[in-house]
């Protein structure tokens, strides 16, 4: 039935647009995308905006399924029916349409100058020279709290790792509330929400991911390995049975107002807010020692690019300089709580917990997670020796140590870093 | 984000991939079964010339085309793919290599010993448990004594008809330490503290799932034994009792050599059928097979190597070269029961 509606409104949008482009002349682009979540907002707000201010080009927003996305994609690039504007997955997938030449060369885009390095990290080439894509969106990890718990038990959102602990101690001996809702059976909770959540305090964000890939820095270095004995130390404050609770179970735990914190992604927020009865709060992954600086995961998740064999490449131009400009900025973030603009310019956001995200950006040095550039090329794929080592340390069964080199070794024995 | 962490893989495609083998394994044997039923009951045809008998190939044609086009020919398009390597965007031929990295690198070697391990354990599980439950619930059912068999028949025989999916989530619900029964159950009888999280720990996650498994499959050798006993003539069984065996002896001497042939049967179809595992493993545990690996079996490898998992690009050379190391597992089983075991099996005919 909802495929039967949207392929009535795309094809009843496709045949307004197309007659409504032979009187008004010049350029209609459609956009590829794997997000029909976002159907609505592209098409309701997103869309609107930005005829007004470009009369004359018509822009149609063309989602496919998440799953499909990649290889649909791919099979209408060959034959030359694809949209002129294409959404990026982030990192390899699209390096390697653009190596391909399926993508443009957006370098020189105007606007591409609101973007940070890091921001365009997923879509530049691996030195460095070319991006290829307008970065979109970004999710940024850190800590959702149960507020009313924490003022039940007189506890404030913790800075530095020995609150962290002292909070979940205190938590604990209360007994009302488990002290953190994650599991390990799905594995990349512990990866992604664990490892990478909290990793980029201890390897300082960029800069030990940059000597990683360099081979400066291995993964049984100090400061990869404590993120881990870190992760060890949670064991005790995680549920009963974790080790069989899925990131579903953590969720509704969560939200049904039984555990206190949950390690989290903000793309969570949106469903958060929907679902919670209680009052939320956030806080970012807690600091060594009181004043040290800190670093956050932010993510880049969503880019837009241009076709390299679209039709009206000005005019796609122009809506990609607009996609870079704060005012879509503004728009998107504030239709997706949760997923952030990468615009270095600051986005007014509605939502309380979206801004408590946000703001960490000011104060903290922002990151992307560290197995996802290049690193995870070879076989053994390091993203998923991540997941199960980081589960593995969590459960007890292997040792950080233990844990880091076979990820060290699983990685050697396929990366050589360009000298 | 979610959408991309959560999204399942093409699952039907790398259902042609594996069973093809299980069919060539099936073809195999159904083959030679004809042979032999062939050699056993034709006379030597008259040596007169006969006209080429046409029909037969007519009639032939549209099951030999399909099953050619849809079974025989991706076989060999899976061997043929084992032996090539994507090199530079273009498919090179490297002969075994692709099986030396399979045997010879400890990252390909190490996942592929501990897959054929687990599966082996899970084929275990399966004949000590399964197959002797279902051979007792068939007894038990054939017995002219028991009332309401035919509902008994048919509540235990409804799991197997249940998508994996289904049982998958189900089990996983039951099992859950947050909101599953089994805690309950287990502290309403005063057995709490023998609840762990079974998925979860590494030393029970792959047992439970076979167990699991076990669950659902169980209606099959109990009807395929149910349906031998049935076939038991009364006059043999007449014949024991008029000789003084009954009871527990009937069962032993004569009704257990009588449906050897049948439970040979289910020991091959549940050795194909667990080394094609996947579905349960993957609807349970995910395509990681956690915690640690020790759930992964054949099949979840395979599908890792085939269709790449999150980061992980699939690699559809190794991928084959996985399956055909399953094909080749499957047909020396099914060869091993064929030549060694089945022709010993006496047969009576009534």
């Not at chain 1, 007659?19 to 979540?37: C, K, P, V």
């Not at chain 1, 969590?394 to 360009?418: C, F, H, R």
């Not at chain 2, 029964?181 to 762990?196: C, E, Y």
């Not at chain 2, 991928?319 to 055909?324: R, S």
Request: one cysteine or more; charged letters at 15%.
């Amino acid at each position: 039935m909802n495929t039967k509606l949207l392929t009535a409104i795309l094809l009843g949008s496709s045949v307004l647009c197309s007659a409504g482009a032979a009187f008004a002349q010049d350029a209609t682009l459609t956009i590829e995308s794997w997000r029909n979540d976002d159907l609505a907002i592209w098409q309701d707000k997103l869309i609107p905006a930005f005829e007004a201010k470009n009369p004359g080009i018509k822009v149609v927003f063309s989602p496919s399924a998440p799953t499909e996305y990649n290889a649909a994609l791919n099979a209408k690039l060959d034959a030359g029916s694809a949209g002129d504007i294409i959404t990026c997955r982030p990192f390899d997938a699209s390096l390697d349409l653009y190596t391909k030449g399926k993508l443009a060369d957006l370098t020189s885009l105007s606007g591409m100058e609101n973007f940070s390095d890091v921001a365009k990290s997923a879509w530049t080439t691996d030195d460095g020279k070319a991006t290829f894509c307008v970065p979109m969106a970004s999710v940024i990890h850190g800590f959702i709290y149960n507020k009313d718990a924490f003022d039940q038990l007189g506890i404030t959102p913790p800075a530095t790792e020995d609150e962290f602990f002292a909070a979940l101690d205190k938590i604990k001996a209360d007994g009302t509330f488990v002290p953190m809702a994650m599991g390990t059976k799905d594995l990349w909770e512990a990866a992604t929400m664990g490892y990478q959540n909290i990793g980029p305090n201890y390897w300082h964000g960029e800069e030990g991911r940059l000597a990683l890939l360099k081979g400066e820095q291995k993964l049984t270095d100090p400061q990869w390995v404590e993120p881990f004995a870190t992760l060890a130390k949670w064991k005790p404050y995680l549920g009963d049975g974790f080790e069989a609770q899925t990131y579903p179970d953590s969720q509704n735990l969560f939200t049904l107002g039984r555990a206190a914190i949950f390690p989290a992604g903000s793309w969570e927020i949106s469903v958060f807010n929907t679902q919670a009865q209680f009052k939320m709060g956030a806080f970012p992954p807690p600091v060594k020692k009181a004043g040290d600086t800190c670093y956050i995961s932010d993510h880049t998740d969503i880019g837009i690019g241009l076709n390299a064999a679209s039709k009206s490449p000005d005019a796609a131009k122009t809506f990609l300089t607009w996609v870079a400009s704060p005012e879509f900025a503004e728009i998107y973030a504030n239709a997706l709580p949760g997923f952030f603009s990468l615009n270095s310019t600051p986005v007014k956001m509605a939502d309380p917990l979206a801004q408590e995200f946000v703001s960490w950006r000011d104060k903290c040095k922002s990151t992307i997670r560290s197995t996802y550039q290049i690193l995870s090329r070879g076989t053994p794929n390091l993203e998923n020796e991540t997941w199960v080592e980081s589960a593995n340390v969590i459960n007890g069964t292997d040792t950080p140590e233990v844990a880091a080199k076979k990820l060290q070794d699983g990685l050697d024995s396929w990366y050589k870093p360009a000298k | 984000m979610i959408l991309t962490l959560h999204g399942s893989g093409p699952v039907g495609v790398r259902g042609n991939v594996v069973r093809l083998d299980a069919m060539k394994a099936f073809y195999v044997h159904a083959e030679l079964d004809r042979d032999r039923a062939e050699t056993e009951h034709m006379t030597a045809p008259a040596a007169s010339k006969r006209p080429f008998r046409w029909h037969i190939a007519i009639f032939l044609a549209p099951a030999v085309l399909v099953y050619t086009a849809i079974m025989i020919l991706p076989l060999f398009g899976t061997l043929q793919l084992a032996l090539f390597r994507n090199i530079a965007q273009s498919q090179v031929f490297v002969g075994l290599d692709n099986f030396r990295t399979l045997f010879g690198d400890p990252n390909w070697s190490v996942n592929f010993w501990n897959a054929l391990r687990n599966n082996v354990w899970f084929f275990i599980i399966h004949m000590l448990v399964q197959n002797p439950i279902g051979v007792v619930l068939a007894a038990l059912l054939s017995s002219p004594k028991l009332h309401f068999s035919a509902f008994y028949r048919t509540a235990i025989f409804i799991p197997t008809i249940l998508s994996f999916v289904i049982v998958g989530f189900a089990w996983k619900l039951i099992l859950s330490p947050l909101w599953g029964v089994a805690p309950n159950l287990l502290d309403l009888i005063g057995l709490k503290s023998l609840f762990t999280p079974w998925l979860g720990k590494e030393d029970y996650a792959l047992t439970t799932l076979g167990l699991i498994s076990v669950w659902q499959f169980i209606g099959i050798p109990m009807m395929l034994i149910y349906a031998a006993l049935l076939s038991i003539p009364d006059e043999v069984i007449e014949a024991a009792e008029c000789d003084g065996v009954t009871g527990m002896a009937q069962f032993w001497k004569i009704k257990l050599p009588l449906i050897l042939p049948a439970i040979g049967i289910i020991s091959i179809l549940t050795f194909v059928g667990n080394f094609n595992a996947f579905d349960l493993i993957y609807s349970a545990q995910g395509a990681l097979a956690g915690p640690n690996y020790s759930t992964d079996i054949l099949g979840t490898f395979l599908y890792r190597a085939f269709f790449g998992f999150q980061l992980q690009v699939g690699d559809p050379n190794m991928g084959a070269a996985i399956a055909t190391m399953m094909f080749l597992i499957i047909l020396v089983g099914v060869c091993i029961y064929l030549f060694l075991i089945q022709t010993r099996l006496r047969r009576y005919q009534f």
